[in-house]
T-cell receptor, first 114, second 112 residues
Framework: DAKTTQPTSMDCAEGRAANLPCNHSTISGNEYVYWYRQIHSQGPQYIIHGLKNNETNEMASLIITEDRKSSTLILPHATLRDTAVYYCIVRVGMYGGATNKLIFGTGTLLAVQP | EAQVTQNPRYLITVTGKKLTVTCSQNMNHEYMSWYRQDPGLGLRQIYYSMNVEVTDKGDVPEGYKVSRKEKRNFPLILESPSPNQTSLYFC???????????FGPGTRLTVL
């Protein structure tokens, strides 16, 4: 699985959009980009995933650059409850593979400020 | 409510005393996994299971055992716990074709 690079931490004002970047310059053509978040020692929570098209769901939007070497997770209206560590994960195959393994790096600690 | 449950949530034990952490999911998922999370090391997979009676080692299986006798349950067994197994443990599950992994609330284990 390709390696990802994320900033260690970011701040965002409550109500504003939070834009979390992720670099994955060695991504392969069959690797998907997944985003999870972990709110202080709770179990990680799936947010969104994509291959090359931009994706949106009720939680967030995922913007993947045309060359697929980077992506941005957008939380459109951040709230205090969005304060968490956000993990960008690159994974072969749409279904997570036979090992069911997700490789979590150190992620980005997003602090939403009131 | 669809969920993954773990018990106990907190456990303090002593070296060598066998323990079991239970994991149960009510979503009829085929795949289940155990992870441990340690500061600076992220989450690392211990064992995984693709279905009943099918299990395999993850990245850090030493000192752990698992079993999958029923689809919904995937217990993690520490036959002789040691202090280096002090960690935060998560169970996770997903369907065979699912993208989303569902994680349990975590079990914080301290081995003295």
């Amino acid at each position: 699985d390709a390696k990802t690079t994320q900033p260690t931490s970011m701040d965002c004002a409550e109500g504003r959009a939070a834009n979390l970047p992720c670099n994955h310059s060695t991504i392969s053509g069959n690797e998907y980009v997944y985003w999870y978040r972990q709110i202080h020692s709770q179990g990680p929570q799936y947010i969104i995933h994509g291959l090359k098209n931009n994706e949106t769901n009720e939680m967030a939007s995922l913007i993947i650059t045309e060359d697929r070497k980077s992506s941005t997770l957008i939380l459109p209206h951040a709230t205090l409850r969005d304060t968490a560590v956000y993990y960008c994960i690159v994974r072969v195959g749409m279904y997570g593979g036979a090992t069911n393994k997700l490789i979590f790096g150190t992620g980005t600690l997003l602090a939403v400020q009131p | 409510e669809a969920q993954v449950t773990q018990n106990p949530r907190y456990l303090i034990t002593v070296t060598g005393k066998k323990l079991t952490v239970t994991c149960s999911q009510n979503m009829n998922h085929e795949y289940m996994s155990w992870y441990r999370q340690d500061p600076g090391l992220g989450l690392r997979q211990i064992y995984y299971s693709m279905n009943v009676e099918v299990t395999d080692k993850g990245d850090v299986p030493e000192g752990y055992k698992v079993s999958r006798k029923e689809k919904r349950n995937f217990p993690l067994i520490l036959e002789s716990p040691s202090p280096n197994q002090t960690s935060l443990y998560f169970c996770a599950s997903r369907t065979g074709r699912g993208n989303e992994q569902f994680f349990g609330p975590g079990t914080r284990l301290t081995v003295l």
